[in-house]
């Protein structure tokens, strides 16, 4: 039967439509389901729980200026029991069977390793606060809010050679893969010209003895040491440089921002930093307030890139059209100047990001900020914009 509805009663009945119910065409907020896996028990323990209060206090900030996508984030945490191995069955369980939009986590490269492995399987996000091999990234679904080794060791290197004028640089690092690594990548700013790297020296993890290669570099005049190691051992180096007399600047990466390095009595330290308090900065004064509230002291760098990790998810969702793994995962990549409390955060095209760094030195026991990295890739843009 041939239909005769006027056409013009149509077009009446879509316009009352919109003006009655706008709702009717609005588009809705999908609903994001995020799973946080952290080392809640066992060795790492204490990180975990510091990047979950992290978490914590980016949900409530979150919900204060953005009230309506914040209410459709559903939020649950699981413990990887500081394994690696239990940290990919967890993810398995949870892209899989539950149907998780996004994973943040874990603390370790290698259980993110395990984690990022189903994130690439079943095409979701992925969120890394805190794993630094810079690998992670190259499959695709794994987002790193935390500065790769090698990106943090080429910013000590250009700092080191522009705003130092170093010409004379010596290294004394662990032998690890992640330390020839860290080398390598400094070294790209002393190749040519006048500045030169003058010696290079490896120990074994535990090590206590460095008095041969810090001889050596006292002969050689070195201006600079380049310490890719943990605080403990940085620290020992350091008091031994000390106590044979070397006139030398100290230089390192994030790990040294604690008072392990800060508190020892030599002038000319100099480290990496992902996390600086700038008074003005609302988000900063949030988290610091907040978190102040919460537990009763400071945020550090671990609960501040955890912080910005939900943050950088919560954003995605409001930039995405839907929680399917391709909108979510295009609007990942067109993350630009996105600004948490850890600066500015850019991802290129294989997933890698594009951070803004911090050079501390320690001062009189304080880990002062001393300049501020912002690769020219990066615009601005703030999680409440």
């Known amino acids: 039967m041939k239909n005769n509805f006027p056409l013009f009663l149509i077009s009446k009945i ?3 439509t919109v003006l009655l119910c706008p709702s009717a065409i609005a588009q809705e ?3 994001l389901n995020i799973a946080v896996v952290m080392p809640l028990s066992g060795a790492q323990q204490v990180y975990g729980e510091e990047a ?3 978490i914590i206090v980016a949900a409530e900030y979150y919900a204060g200026v953005e009230p309506k996508i914040a209410t459709n984030i559903q939020l649950t945490k699981h413990d990887d029991k500081s394994q690696a191995k239990t ?6 369980t949870l892209y899989g069977k539950n149907r998780i939009h996004i994973i943040i986590g874990s603390i370790s490269s290698a259980a993110t390793s395990e984690i990022s492995k189903y994130a690439v399987e079943f095409k979701r996000p992925l969120i890394s606060p805190l794993a630094s091999n810079g690998d992670l990234t190259q499959d695709g679904y794994v987002y790193r809010v935390s500065t790769s080794a090698a990106f943090q060791s080429e910013t000590m290197g250009r700092f080191a050679k522009n705003k130092l004028k170093l010409k004379k640089v010596a290294f004394l690092s662990e032998d690890s893969p992640i330390a020839k690594q860290s080398t390598k990548h400094f070294s790209k700013f002393f190749v040519s010209g006048t500045t030169k790297i003058v010696a290079s020296e490896n120990h074994d993890y535990g090590e206590t003895d460095f008095s041969q290669a810090l001889t050596k570099f006292k002969k050689l005049g070195v201006q600079a040491i380049f310490i890719p190691s943990q605080a403990p051992s940085a620290a020992k180096i350091i008091r031994q440089a000390k106590t044979l007399g070397l006139k030398t600047l100290f230089l ?3 790990s040294w921002d604690t008072p392990t390095i800060t508190k020892l009595d030599t002038k000319g330290i100099y480290f990496t930093s992902q996390y600086t308090q700038e008074p003005g900065d609302k988000i900063q004064e949030y988290f610091v307030t907040k978190f102040r509230e919460l537990y009763g002291r400071a945020p550090g760098t671990i609960a501040a890139l955890a912080f910005d990790s939900y943050l950088l998810a919560a954003d995605v969702l409001k930039h995405s059209s839907s929680t399917l793994h391709e909108p979510l995962n295009r609007a990942f990549q067109r993350t630009e100047g996105f600004k948490g409390v850890t600066g500015l955060l850019s991802f290129s095209k294989n997933e890698a990001n594009i951070k803004s760094s911090f050079i501390k030195k ?22 409440d914009k």
């Open 29 to 31: 907020v999908p609903k």
């Open 14 to 16: 879509i316009f009352w």
């Open 52 to 54: 979950f209060k992290g």
């Open 252 to 254: 390192g990466l994030d």
């Open 362 to 383: 320690a001062v009189q026991g304080q880990s002062n900020l001393f300049d501020v990295v912002i690769p020219s890739e990066i615009t601005v843009r703030t999680a």
């Open 87 to 92: 940290a990919g069955e967890l993810a398995q």
